[in-house]
C-alpha cells in the first residue's frame, strides 16, 4: 500500500454554470460530510468550467470546506495579447490547486500537440498549480496492441523539458480515449498495467522518488459500481469522473465507494 492520498478528481467539463456549481459543491460538501469522508481518507477535487471559479472559491473558502478545485485547462503564456486564454497565474489567484492539462477533448479539439502541452505543465508549475497531466491511447492503438508504447511516448514528450526537480507532486490520469464518455471503461487489470508501465517509465527518466510521489489516475467511464476495483489496482491512486461527477451526491456516493467505506 502506497502513502499517495487516494484523489477524486470531478472533471464537469462543459456543465453547470457558476449557479449551479454552487449548488453543485454544497450538495457535494453535505452527502461527503453524511459519508463520513473527510480529508484523511481522500482528496476530492472538483474542476468546473473557468466560469464557475470565482463562485466555487468563494464558497470554498467561505466555508472552509475541505474539498479542492481546479481548472479543466491552463494557456501556455504569461498574461497578454491572447484573447481567449486564461494566464495560470490567473488560475493560482482564484485559489486553484490543481489544472487539467493535455485532455483528450482539448488535444483533439485544437490540435493540441505533445509541445503545446509541455508548454502548459510548464506554466502551471510556474505558478504553483498542480497539474493533472491527461494520456492515453485511441481505439486504433490498442486494437493494434501499441497502448503502451503510445502512452509513454505522449508522456515524454509531454514532459519534455522539465526538470524532476518540478515534478514533485505530478498527477498523471490515464485515459483511454475510448473509454471517455462511452460506458466503456477499461478494466482494473488495464489501468494497473498503464499504471505501472507509467510509474516504470518515471523512475527510469526522473529518478524513484519522482516516480513513488507521482499519483496515477484513471479516467474513463468511471461509477460508483467500478470504481472501488479500479482504484485498488497497484499503481493506481484516484480516478478523473466526468459525467458520473455532475451531481453532488452521486460524486460522494463514488468517493466513499472508492474509499471502502
Ligand atoms: O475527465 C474525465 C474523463 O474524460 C472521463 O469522463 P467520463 O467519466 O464521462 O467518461
Not at 485559489?95 to 510548464?122: F, I, M, W
Not at 514532459?159 to 462511452?182: H, N
Not at 484513471?218 to 489496482?233: C, F, L, Q
Request: charged share 25%.
Amino acid at each position: 500500500m502506497s502513502d499517495r492520498t487516494l484523489l477524486l478528481a470531478g472533471n464537469w467539463k462543459m456543465n453547470h454554470d457558476h449557479l449551479e456549481a454552487i449548488a453543485t459543491v454544497q450538495k457535494l460538501a453535505w452527502a461527503l460530510e453524511d459519508a463520513k469522508l473527510d480529508d484523511s481518507s481522500c482528496e476530492v477535487v472538483v474542476i468546473p468550467p473557468f466560469t464557475d471559479l470565482r463562485s466555487v472559491q468563494t464558497l470554498v473558502q467561505g466555508d472552509k470546506l475541505w474539498l479542492r478545485y481546479g481548472a479543466q485547462d491552463v494557456s501556455r503564456h504569461e498574461p497578454g495579447a491572447h484573447t481567449g486564454e486564461i494566464a495560470a497565474s490567473f488560475l493560482a489567484r482564484l485559489g486553484c490547486a490543481y489544472v487539467v492539462v493535455g485532455h483528450s477533448e482539448r488535444r483533439a479539439d485544437n490540435h493540441e500537440t505533445n509541445e503545446v502541452v509541455a508548454a502548459k505543465l510548464r506554466a502551471a508549475l510556474g505558478h504553483d498549480l498542480t497539474p493533472i497531466l491527461c494520456v492515453g491511447e485511441s481505439l486504433a492503438e490498442r486494437r493494434e496492441g501499441r497502448h503502451v508504447d503510445f502512452t509513454l511516448g505522449q508522456l515524454e514528450e509531454s514532459l519534455a523539458g522539465i526538470e524532476a526537480t518540478d515534478l514533485t507532486g505530478l498527477v498523471i490520469a490515464y485515459e483511454p480515449v475510448w473509454a471517455i464518455g462511452t460506458g466503456e471503461t477499461a478494466t482494473a487489470a488495464d489501468a494497473a498495467e498503464m499504471a505501472a508501465a507509467i510509474r516504470g517509465r518515471l523512475a527510469e527518466r526522473y529518478g524513484d522518488a519522482v516516480a513513488a510521489g507521482t499519483r496515477i489516475l484513471y479516467g474513463g467511464s468511471v461509477k460508483t459500481d467500478n470504481v472501488a476495483e479500479i482504484v485498488a489496482a497497484a499503481d493506481v491512486d484516484g480516478a478523473l469522473v466526468g459525467g458520473a461527477s455532475l451531481s453532488g451526491p452521486d460524486f460522494a456516493a463514488l468517493c466513499k465507494a472508492a474509499v471502502g467505506k
